[in-house]
């Protein structure tokens, strides 16, 4: 699958964005999707996930209760919808998909997502 990440853009503190990510293919449903996000110098860290049906949603901490993500798997595409942000939120963020077996738990390493998408860039100002 091939992923196309897109939405970022630059926002003030305490505002809001919705990234997209969209997928090829006629098997998005068969993948847990996941967004990840990375500044320089540091690691790329787990944001949030989300199961094949939608069902199941896992979340950072430092997101939790301000970012939701979504999917519609009739349109392949996978949403991270961004509220409140802070100027940490700032980072390159990436989606990913899974091809784990439907009961598996959502990934919360890098290591466990098969195919990531370009990513796209998110600049909080304060």
């Known amino acids: 699958v091939q992923l196309q990440a897109s939405g970022g853009g630059l926002v003030q503190a305490g505002g809001s964005l919705r990234l997209s990510c969209a997928a090829s293919?006629?098997?998005?449903?068969?993948?847990?999707m996941g967004w990840f996000r990375q500044t320089p110098g540091k690691e790329r860290e787990f944001v949030a996930a989300?199961?094949?049906?939608?069902?199941?949603?896992l979340y950072a901490d430092s997101v939790k209760g301000r970012f939701t993500i979504s999917r519609d798997n009739a349109g392949n595409t996978v949403y991270l919808q961004m509220n409140s942000l802070k100027p940490e939120d700032t980072a390159v963020y990436y989606c990913?998909?899974?091809?784990?077996?439907?009961?598996?738990?959502?990934?919360?390493?890098?290591?466990?997502?098969?195919?990531w998408g370009q990513g796209t860039k998110v600049t909080v100002s304060s």
């Open positions: 989300i199961s094949r049906g939608g069902g199941r949603t």
């Open positions: 990913a998909a899974d091809r784990g077996i439907s009961s598996a738990p959502l990934g919360l390493n890098e290591e466990e997502y098969d195919y």
């Open positions: 293919g006629r098997t998005f449903s068969l993948y847990h």
